[in-house]
C-alpha cells in the first residue's frame, strides 16, 4: 500500500508545480506617446527576474529607445532607465502587493510603434539551475527533484500564508 502513495504524490506534488506561475513572457506593442504597464501580485521577499527587448514595428535594427519603470505596492521607484533598449531588471520585494513595470516612449518617436518583449520570472524560476546542478553536482532526474522540491517548498509557504489570512479573518470576526 504504501509504495502506490509515494508514486502517487510525487505525480500530485508535479503537477502541483506544473500550475504555479513562476514565470511568463509576453509581447507588448507600445504606440507612440502611450504607457504601457504590467502588474504582478507578488509576495514580500520573493526574488524577481526580468528581461526585456525592444523591436522596431518593422523588426529591421534595434527598436527605439523606451523608458522603464518598476514600482512597488506603496509608490516607491525599484528601477528606472531611460533611452534603453534592452536590459535585465532584478530586485527582491519588500512587502507584498502589486508590482507594475511600466514602458513608453519618449517625445521624439511620435510616429513610431515599437514591440516590447518582457520575461518576468518570480521566485524559484530565478534560480540558475544549471549553476545548483554543478554545485551540488547533480544530474538528470536528481536536478529535477530538486526543483520539485523547492516547489513543495513554495506551495508549503504559500500554504501558510493563506491558513494565516483566513485565520486571522476568522478572528475578527470573533471579536
Known amino acids: 500500500m504504501m509504495s502506490l502513495r509515494i508514486p502517487a504524490l510525487f505525480l500530485i506534488v508535479s503537477s502541483m508545480g506544473l500550475l504555479l506561475p513562476l514565470g511568463e513572457s509576453i509581447w507588448l506593442t507600445l504606440p507612440p506617446l502611450r504607457t504601457k504597464c504590467v502588474s504582478e501580485e507578488i509576495q514580500n ?3 524577481v527576474l526580468a528581461k526585456y527587448n525592444v523591436i522596431s514595428a518593422d523588426q529591421i535594427g534595434d527598436g527605439p529607445a ?3 519603470k518598476v514600482t512597488s505596492p506603496s509608490g516607491s521607484n525599484i528601477y528606472r532607465v531611460e533611452n534603453a533598449t534592452d536590459d535585465w531588471i532584478e ?6 502587493g502589486k508590482y507594475l513595470v511600466c514602458f513608453w516612449m519618449g517625445d521624439y518617436h511620435q510616429d513610431e510603434e515599437a514591440s516590447v518583449y ?3 520570472k518570480i521566485g524559484i524560476a ?3 539551475w544549471d ?3 554543478k554545485e551540488e553536482k547533480l544530474l538528470g532526474v536528481e536536478l529535477e527533484l530538486r526543483k520539485q522540491e523547492e516547489i513543495v517548498e513554495s506551495i508549503h509557504e504559500k500554504m501558510l500564508r493563506l491558513m494565516g489570512r483566513t485565520l486571522k479573518g476568522l478572528q475578527s470576526k470573533l471579536d
Open 45 to 47: 521577499g520573493v526574488s
Open 66 to 68: 523606451i523608458t522603464v
Open 91 to 96: 530586485f527582491n520585494t519588500t512587502e507584498a
Open 118 to 120: 518582457l520575461d518576468w
Open 126 to 128: 530565478t534560480r540558475d
Open 131 to 133: 549553476s545548483v546542478a
